[in-house]
């Protein structure tokens, strides 16, 4: 259950504050992507507290403090592990917690994400004094409207969703129109009444055009070729491959909202464009016939 509006996309905020400046903070360009961020047509914008080296909330709080909150727009973020000796417990999720509120100028998050728990096992984050405490303990107070897990592995994502613990799952790369191993995580988190998020509808840049990297990595040869002729169907039915593989994310009734980052002004728009493209339903079988892409993740 996510517990508040979100709209069909929602824009991440992984780039927003880079490059730094020589004392560390947000490039001054960051303020500009920071207010159309805020005021753009998505209702929710996500962020993290190790984004940028937390210079994207910073670059977010300055936009909250001088213009508001856009009425009908929500900012969430995630805890992290220590960036130095990645510890990540109960009382790092807590400081995790009080960096972030303090970035935003916010008292209350209405969703506060798990991210990347890679540092630990998932006995260690459950354990008592470990970071699941410390997320419950801030829903408890208030502090935190709603908690959720955001990784990418699934076998990991998978016992921390069937643990019952959190009430919103955040999936990347791995439910795609390349890769759509994620369908029956997806499914278990609806089963459990979990709101659901997918991130990187793009896989990082090779379904969006930009370059030959699928989730972090170079992509295959073989999955070059099959995006190819990904692209080919796709001209056939005069559309885009970008909008087609947003599509695929946004067509699924089991996702609530779409995460995609942002790095640019312009990027607002080109996604509002994409949104809005109508995909001739005939394609779908046709990308079908082309056979199950060959995926660069293992996991």
Known sequence: MIGFPVSPVSLGTSFLGNPAQPDGSPAPESAALAHALLTGPSALIDTSNNYAAGRSETALGLALRSSGLPQGRTVVTKVDADPETGRFDRDRVWRSFEESTARLGLDRLPLLHLHDPYTITVEEAFAPGGAVQGLRELKEQGLAGAIGVAAGEIGLMTRYVTSGAFDVLLTHNRYTL??????????????????????????????????????????????????????????????????????????????????????????????????????????????????????????
Not at 237 to 256: E, K, Q, Y
């Open 178 to 299: 390349v890769d759509r191993r994620a369908e029956p995580l997806i499914a278990s988190a609806v089963a459990l009444g979990m709101g659901v998020f997918n991130a990187a509808p793009f896989g990082g840049g090779l379904l969006a055009g930009r370059d030959t990297r699928y989730a972090y990595r170079e992509a295959s040869a073989e999955l070059l070729a099959w995006v190819d002729r990904a692209r080919a169907v796709c001209a056939d039915f005069a559309v885009s491959l970008p909008a087609v593989a947003l599509h695929f994310s946004l067509r699924n009734p089991d996702i609530d909202s779409t995460i995609v980052g942002v790095n640019r002004i312009e990027r607002i728009a080109d996604l509002e464009t994409m949104r809005t493209t109508p995909i001739p339903a005939e394609l779908w079988p046709a990308l079908d016939a082309l056979g199950t892409p060959p995926s660069t993740i293992e996991d």
